[in-house]
């Protein structure tokens, strides 16, 4: 079947590679994602799916290679859910152009497909199996922890680092969701050797399934975030869970927002975290029902769609 690409417009290559960008030579490959995961807010705002010819943005990154003599990074939501991903990375190799490739999906990284990435010069592997395969499921993840395993143990044989993210506080998350997390990621290390940990807060987004669910409060994001901390031996990064009370709070919010981005802006350092003390942003913990503060912002997706997905979720994840 003939792939349709998104209509080619000519790149723009004005670009400031320095070395704190972590993206400075970008080229995009695809817009928005095949897949439907319902927390992923940047999944839903950028439907449908419009992948690049691999052609083109090849061309555009080995241009920006020879200009600037920095590796170019592929950047797409699931760059390997391209249909011409393969073939991309084969013809990478074959002129010399290393890439940089970001989180990928682990049940759609064969072993061809990692021993190409090897050869164009990526470093570390990057999936999120995010939490317990039941979660996952009804995430709309369709990622077995076998997936996982076999891409740590083909990672290790072609001597590249494996990054796990992780998530906790989701809803109908449960103590044995955290254990079976625990023991995945006790497996992967023994599998990868090198393993860098990533572990995040869940953050309730809008325009996604998610925007009715409350956030897990402060404490019990502390703490199953010390009970990951506790399995893992190696690189372990997290997002501090006040911070992610805080995003939840800007995104969450209606107009009253605005007052407090002033005050923020004015104020001695701290505001938001005392803000957070004081009670101000307590509906972040608290369920949703519509009208929501942006239902009047019409996206691809109606509110009666996201709701619907929401209860099947709630069935599928509580049950």
Same mark, same amino acid.
């Given at each position: 079947?003939?792939?349709?690409?998104?209509?080619?417009?000519?790149?723009?290559? @004005?670009?400031?590679?320095?070395?704190?960008?972590?993206?400075?030579?970008?080229?995009?490959l695809a817009r928005?994602?095949?897949?439907?995961?319902?927390?992923?807010?940047?999944?839903?705002?950028?439907?449908?799916?419009? $992948?690049?010819?691999?052609?083109?943005?090849?061309?555009?990154?080995?241009? /920006?290679?020879?200009?600037?003599? %920095?590796?170019?990074? =592929?950047?797409?939501?699931?760059?390997?859910?391209?249909?011409?991903?393969?073939?991309?990375?084969?013809?990478?190799? @074959?002129?010399? =152009?290393? *890439?940089? *490739?970001?989180?990928?999906?682990?049940?759609?990284?064969?072993?061809?497909?990692?021993? *190409?990435?090897?050869?164009?010069?990526?470093?570390? %592997?990057?999936i999120a199996p995010e939490t317990s395969?039941?979660?996952?499921?009804?995430?709309?993840?369709? !990622?077995?922890?076998?997936? %996982?395993?076999?891409?740590?143990?083909?990672? @290790?044989?072609?001597?590249?680092?494996?990054?796990?993210?992780? !998530?906790?506080?989701?809803?109908?998350?449960?103590?044995?969701? =955290?254990?079976?997390?625990?023991?995945?990621?006790?497996?992967?290390?023994?599998?990868?050797?090198? +393993?860098?940990?990533? %572990?995040? #807060?869940?953050?309730?987004? $809008?325009?996604?399934?998610?925007?009715?669910? $409350? !956030?897990?409060? /402060?404490?019990?994001?502390?703490?199953?975030?010390?009970?990951?901390?506790?399995?893992?031996?190696?690189?372990?990064?997290?997002?501090?869970?006040? *911070?992610?009370? +805080?995003?939840?709070? =800007?995104?969450?919010?209606?107009?009253?927002?605005?007052?407090?981005?002033?005050?923020?802006?004015?104020? #001695?350092?701290?505001?938001?975290?005392?803000?957070? @003390?004081?009670?101000?942003?307590?509906?972040?913990?608290?369920?949703?029902?519509?009208?929501?503060?942006?239902?009047?912002?019409?996206?691809?997706? $109606?509110?009666?769609?996201?709701?619907?997905?929401?209860?099947?979720?709630?069935?599928?994840?509580?049950?």
């Amino acid at each position: 079947m003939e792939v349709k690409y998104a209509k080619h417009v000519e790149p723009d290559y @004005r670009r400031m590679p320095e070395p704190e960008a972590a993206f400075s030579l970008a080229v995009e490959l695809a817009r928005g994602c095949p897949y439907s995961c319902l927390f992923c807010m940047e999944s839903y705002l950028t439907k449908p799916y419009r $992948p690049r010819d691999w052609r083109v943005v090849l061309d555009e990154a080995e241009r /920006l290679r020879s200009k600037y003599g %920095v590796r170019p990074s =592929i950047v797409a939501l699931t760059a390997n859910a391209h249909p011409g991903f393969k073939e991309l990375l084969a013809e990478a190799a @074959r002129r010399k =152009i290393p *890439l940089s *490739l970001p989180s990928m999906r682990a049940e759609l990284l064969d072993d061809e497909t990692l021993e *190409l990435l090897a050869a164009v010069g990526q470093k570390t %592997v990057t999936i999120a199996p995010e939490t317990s395969r039941r979660l996952r499921k009804a995430l709309g993840k369709d !990622m077995e922890d076998e997936d %996982v395993l076999r891409v740590a143990k083909k990672a @290790r044989q072609l001597g590249m680092r494996l990054k796990l993210y992780l !998530m906790v506080g989701l809803p109908c998350e449960r103590q044995e969701d =955290i254990e079976e997390l625990a023991r995945l990621v006790k497996e992967v290390g023994k599998a990868a050797g090198a +393993v860098s940990l990533s %572990v995040n #807060p869940f953050i309730p987004k $809008p325009q996604t399934p998610m925007q009715y669910s $409350p !956030m897990a409060s /402060l404490a019990y994001l502390k703490e199953k975030i010390e009970h990951l901390r506790r399995a893992h031996r190696g690189d372990f990064s997290f997002y501090d869970p006040v *911070l992610g009370a +805080v995003q939840a709070a =800007i995104s969450l919010g209606g107009r009253d927002v605005a007052r407090h981005i002033e005050a923020a802006a004015t104020s #001695p350092p701290g505001y938001w975290r005392r803000a957070l @003390r004081e009670g101000l942003f307590d509906y972040v913990f608290k369920p949703r029902e519509d009208p929501l503060p942006w239902s009047h912002i019409k996206a691809f997706y $109606p509110p009666e769609e996201l709701r619907r997905w929401y209860l099947k979720y709630l069935e599928e994840a509580c049950g």
